[in-house]
């Protein structure tokens, strides 16, 4: 990689967009960000009520499924007909 796409890569790091910092959020409950990444996210949480919000409700809903992992073990028992069942796969498959 050249030194402009270095330079460019860092910069579109530092001033992320709504979409690229709900995903780095996402990514940094799996892991640690790389420094830019990190510094970038920062930056516009700053500024974007929106993105912390939304930082806010993915860490509740993490610690909620953490701390009560036996609610979230369970299958969903099948409340749907088998007709409404076919209604929706024949509506997937129309999709396509």
Same mark, same amino acid.
């Given at each position: 990689?050249?030194? +402009?796409?270095?330079?460019?890569?860092?910069? *579109?790091? /530092? #001033? $992320?967009?709504?979409?690229?910092? #709900?995903?780095?959020? #996402?990514?940094? /409950?799996?892991?640690?960000?790389?420094?830019?990444?990190?510094? *970038?996210? +920062? /930056?516009? /949480?700053?500024? !974007?009520? +929106? !993105?912390?919000?939304? *930082?806010? %409700?993915?860490?509740?809903?993490?610690?909620?499924?953490? &701390?009560? $992992?036996?609610?979230?073990? *369970?299958?969903?028992?099948?409340?749907? #007909?088998?007709?409404?069942?076919?209604?929706?796969? %024949?509506?997937?498959? &129309?999709?396509?």
């Amino acid at each position: 990689m050249n030194f +402009w796409n270095k330079i460019r890569t860092a910069c *579109g790091e /530092l #001033s $992320p967009n709504c979409r690229e910092v #709900s995903r780095a959020q #996402s990514e940094a /409950l799996e892991h640690r960000l790389p420094a830019v990444k990190r510094f *970038g996210v +920062w /930056l516009h /949480l700053l500024l !974007c009520k +929106w !993105c912390r919000r939304y *930082g806010k %409700q993915i860490r509740f809903l993490r610690a909620a499924a953490h &701390d009560h $992992p036996e609610e979230f073990t *369970g299958v969903a028992p099948g409340k749907l #007909s088998a007709e409404t069942r076919e209604r929706i796969k %024949q509506r997937l498959r &129309d999709q396509k």
